[in-house]
């Protein structure tokens, strides 16, 4: 399958604080705001050249272990065996949270469904429940589709809804969100999930721990608070303590004016006390 790749080359045209080239690679969830970062630092920076390219967490791991970029991005943390092979490569991990996220569930607009349990959403993707009526919607097969093994995303959904089991055989897997969000879009029995800020065209369905909880729908308010229920941080992680340009970017990224570009392309910027302990001294 041929993946979906975004590549960033902007010079920027006024300023001069550092010359160098930086690679971004990884996470298809970051991709975007990795883009907007990089373009604003080098509209402040002349010299300073970043490439910013997708592909799945997994694959930016798998770069950064293997000396292939200098910043991952990812929507989830390292496994354990991830940080072991590093660790085999002298590769000295070094993590920033750098934005949050939800993981909004999609369904096409059409579709009458405006909530859904933990528990409910678990057995949809797990093919336990194929059926839109046995939730109370119409009476047409389930649609699925979801992100593909190397995704951050892909991940923390099995880990944090389906609880470690597998997705159900009849899940099409896509290579971004905004391919999962296209599909939803056009298919009315559909049904994906993906960062909140790809969606378009499809609507959010509020969320619920159990049955008694309230419906939640992810905002900045409710991700940041901690009471939706699928949220997360967002990383870059770099091979040793960021210096130079490195450090100089992350901690940019970091600022009120670079969390503020994250929320302006609808990410969720940190805490201003969490992003202020994370950035690099």
């Known amino acids: 399958m041929i993946r979906a790749i975004v590549t960033l080359l902007v ?18 969830t970051l991709v ?7 373009e604003e630092f080098m509209k402040n920076n002349r010299g300073v050249t970043i490439q910013v390219s997708g592909g799945g967490s997994g694959t930016g791991i798998a770069a950064l272990i293997n000396g292939t970029t200098d910043i991952c991005q990812a929507s989830r943390d390292m496994k354990k065996s991830e940080y072991e092979e590093a660790a085999r ?11 949050l996220d939800g993981i909004a569930v999609f369904v ?25 009526k046995e939730i109370g919607g119409p009476d047409k097969k389930i649609m699925l589709y979801g992100r593909e093994n190397n995704s951050g995303t892909y991940a923390y959904f099995k880990e944090h809804v389906l609880e470690n089991e597998d ?5 099409q897997t896509l290579p971004g969100t905004a391919a999962v969000v296209n599909a939803v879009s056009k298919d009315k029995y559909g049904i994906g999930y993906g960062g909140i800020a790809w969606e378009k065209g499809v609507k959010h369905v509020a969320i ?38 490195l ?11 670079g ?20 950035m690099v001294d």
């Open 208 to 245: 619920k721990k159990d049955a008694e909880s309230p419906a939640v729908t992810p905002t900045i308010e409710t991700i940041t608070g901690g009471t939706y229920p699928i949220s997360r941080e967002l990383y870059w992680f770099f091979n040793g303590k960021p210096s130079g340009e």
């Open 259 to 278: 969390q503020a570009i994250a929320e302006k392309v609808d990410y969720i910027p940190l805490p201003k006390e969490v992003a202020l302990k994370s």
């Open 89 to 99: 490569k002298k590769v000295n991990v070094y993590r920033v949270a750098v934005a």
């Open 11 to 28: 010079f920027a045209s006024c300023g001069i604080a550092f010359a160098g080239n930086i690679t971004m690679k990884g996470s298809d």
């Open 108 to 132: 096409n607009n059409e579709n009458p469904l405006n909530e859904l349990t933990l528990e409910q959403l678990k057995k949809i993707f797990n093919g336990t429940i194929t059926n839109w």
């Open 32 to 38: 975007r705001l990795g883009q907007r970062w990089a």
């Open 167 to 171: 997705y159900a055989e009849q899940t």
């Open 247 to 257: 450090k100089a970017l992350v901690n940019w990224a970091l600022s009120p004016e």
